[in-house]
């Protein structure tokens, strides 16, 4: 693997890294130079460890429309996510997979039988979800494999004023001489979350062709309409049966997510005064332009989604509906604690507050939609579980990239319905757009990520 020289102090140490005289693993991980000369996270000179199929999975699996669908009462909201899931469950049957399961509200279920000859090891879940997200489109989705990557923007042919830029995207730096995969510029590539899907398989049919490397029982589940908010709205934890999970749906080489969000949705209505608008003077008060004034207002606080990163909150104005004598806004309301969260609840509230009192008349109401909560409450007690990944990173020679999520996963709510589960990278870059992309080689050492997993539990469990 070649890797790109950003500076003079930095040529010397890629070079040595290069010809391997700081040795596998020992190069990120120990090195203090690392952070000195601004190596990306993540980096690495170890080529995958196992060979496997994840690649050819996800090319196939991206195929398959899953968009899912906001409002409607199905569930899952698109056939297409149940034409995936099958296709899923035969592709398990044929390997060899144990107790595969398709229930009835489209949740993919499956078993690799444990091979450890310890009798205590404990059963470990393996997730990813099969949706995509409802916003773009992944229509007969054409994925681009552009070899031997050199640093370049990527054009893409059906859409040439999209560029993946290099100077926005960091990651891709890390990326010279290897493929990438982009979808062609009509729509997402799907990499969230197919790539999780097929690294989970692809690890899956290697432990299952492998005996000889020793696992406890793995529990493997895919969960529809997890774009929605609603993943786990009929996960049978019991059912699932593991002890501990991971969810297969993070970004970049190394990512170890242990934070999420604290989400709520807040529902701000307005009441106007309603007159005939000939004879409207002095009396009419629209709720369409209260409505208007409101996000006016808000577009000019500190806390949009435009002008926040890191460990900052939000309000983000995600729905708008009505006419002169009612308007709603519904606003995710985002924060990594519950505080925050109110916090930002309560200065909205106080937008929406002012401009009543500047028309009399009018009327406010206010309510509060829980959502899922920041999932460190739950794994902050449960060091194992994230020890394990982390262990399970360094195994893989990759340093572990341990940030916060600006948003969800189904690990979110399982956290709170009694499975704790962290979120592992998958590889995926600029999801939820046409520029999304991903590198076959992040996907190889996902794969190996998890199967490192899956010995570590073992090899951590005494006899
Ligand atoms: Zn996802």
């Known amino acids: 693997m070649i890797f790109p020289s950003p500076s003079h102090e930095g040529r010397f140490f890629y070079s040595t890294i290069q010809r391997g005289i700081l040795g596998r693993n020992k190069t990120i991980t120990r090195n203090k130079a690392v952070r000195q000369y601004d190596i990306p996270w993540g980096r690495t000179m170890s080529s995958p460890r196992y060979e496997t199929s994840c690649v050819e999975r996800f090319l196939r699996y991206v195929k398959i429309n899953t968009q899912s669908q906001e409002g409607g009462t199905r569930f899952p909201s698109t056939q297409g996510q149940l034409t995936l899931q099958q296709m899923l469950a035969e592709e398990l049957r044929e390997m060899g997979a144990a107790e595969v399961d398709l229930d009835r509200h489209g949740y993919l279920f499956a078993t690799i039988p444990a091979t450890s000859q310890k009798s205590n090891v404990p059963c470990i879940g393996l997730l990813a979800h099969a949706d995509t997200t409802p916003g773009i489109s992944s229509e007969q989705v054409t994925p681009l494999l552009h070899h031997n990557y050199q640093g370049d923007d990527i054009v893409l042919p059906n859409a040439p004023e999209i560029r993946i830029r290099a100077q926005d995207n960091p990651d891709l730096r890390d990326q010279i001489g290897n493929t990438i995969i982009t979808a062609s510029g009509d729509t997402l590539l799907g990499a969230d979350d197919k790539a999780g899907i097929a690294e989970i398989l692809a690890a899956a049919e290697y432990l299952l062709g492998h005996p000889e490397i020793a696992h406890g029982k793995i529990r493997i589940g895919i969960t529809p309409d997890q774009e929605l908010g609603r993943g786990t709205q009929h996960f049978d934890t019991e059912r699932f049966g593991a002890y501990r999970a991971y969810t297969i749906d993070g970004q970049g080489l190394g990512q170890l997510q242990t934070e999420s969000f604290c989400a709520d949705t807040l529902h701000i209505e307005f009441t106007g005064v309603s007159a005939h608008p000939g004879y409207a003077k002095g009396k009419l008060v629209n709720a369409v332009k209260l409505a ?32 002169a004598e009612h308007a709603k806004v519904s606003l995710l309301i985002r924060s990594f ?15 929406a507050s ?110």
């Open 292 to 323: 208007a004034e409101f996000i006016h207002r808000l577009s000019a606080t500190d806390f949009n989604p435009e002008a926040t990163e890191g460990r900052e909150g939000f309000a983000h104005p995600a729905h708008i509906e009505g006419n």
């Open 337 to 351: 604690d519950v505080d925050g969260l109110h916090t930002i609840a309560s200065k909205v509230e106080a937008i």
């Open 354 to 463: 002012d401009i009543m009192a500047e028309h009399p008349g009018a009327q406010l109401t206010s309510a509060v939609q829980p959502g899922y909560r920041n999932m460190c409450e739950i794994l902050d007690a449960q060091p194992q579980v994230v020890e394990r990944a982390k262990r399970a990173i360094e195994r893989a020679g990759l340093r572990v990239r341990h940030e916060p999520l600006r948003g969800g996963t189904d690990g979110s709510q399982l956290c709170f319905k009694g499975l704790p589960t962290p979120n592992l990278f998958a590889g995926q870059h600029n999801f939820h757009s046409k520029t999304e992309w991903i590198s076959t080689y992040d996907m190889h050492k996902a794969v190996e990520v998890i199967i490192e997993l899956c010995r570590e539990w073992e090899e951590c469990t005494p006899d």
